[in-house]
């Protein structure tokens, strides 16, 4: 296969404009790619660090409050997305948000209950082993 009769031509709109995405959009599609993409991966990061430090019983405290904040910035999140929905912002803008939100809130309540469970079920083992000891 075999590329014939190209032309190279000169783009005369506003390079700005099409960079930027529509007029009135709180932010362009390039910029809510860049947010979600690194948004994602530092939250995947961060949950499976929670995770990690939960599994071996270790931080309860960073855990606990860390996964409320998420949650709250979940909330937030949710919030925000439906109020950019509400003003008619573009799909590129109020898509992150709500994607966000939604899979904040949907997985962080579960998974705290859960770390919250597995601490109380390793104190209750040092609490036996404690026991089995001095008794």
């Given at each position: 296969?075999?590329?014939?009769?190209?032309?190279?031509?000169?783009?005369?709109?506003?390079?700005?404009?099409?960079?930027?995405?529509?007029?009135?959009?709180?932010?362009?599609?390039?910029?809510?790619?860049?947010?979600?993409?690194?948004?994602?991966?530092?939250?995947?990061?961060?949950?499976?660090?929670?995770?990690?430090?939960?599994s071996?019983?270790?931080?309860?405290?960073?855990?606990?409050?860390?996964?409320?904040?998420?949650?709250?910035?979940?909330?937030?999140?949710?919030?925000?997305?439906?109020?950019?929905?509400?003003?008619?912002?573009p799909?590129?803008?109020?898509?992150?948000?709500?994607?966000?939100?939604?899979?904040?809130?949907?997985?962080?309540p579960?998974r705290?209950?859960?770390?919250?469970?597995?601490?109380?079920?390793?104190?209750?083992?040092?609490?036996?082993?404690?026991?089995?000891?001095?008794?």
């Amino acid at each position: 296969m075999y590329l014939s009769g190209l032309k190279l031509v000169e783009y005369k709109g506003n390079r700005l404009a099409a960079v930027a995405g529509p007029k009135g959009a709180w932010w362009s599609e390039r910029t809510a790619g860049l947010v979600g993409g690194i948004a994602g991966g530092t939250l995947g990061c961060l949950a499976s660090l929670l995770a990690w430090l939960a599994s071996k019983g270790r931080s309860r405290g960073l855990v606990v409050a860390t996964s409320g904040i998420l949650i709250g910035l979940g909330a937030l999140a949710t919030l925000a997305g439906l109020v950019a929905v509400c003003f008619q912002q573009p799909y590129a803008v109020w898509f992150p948000l709500v994607l966000l939100g939604v899979l904040l809130l949907a997985i962080l309540p579960i998974r705290l209950k859960q770390f919250q469970k597995q601490y109380e079920a390793l104190e209750l083992r040092r609490m036996a082993s404690l026991d089995a000891l001095g008794g």
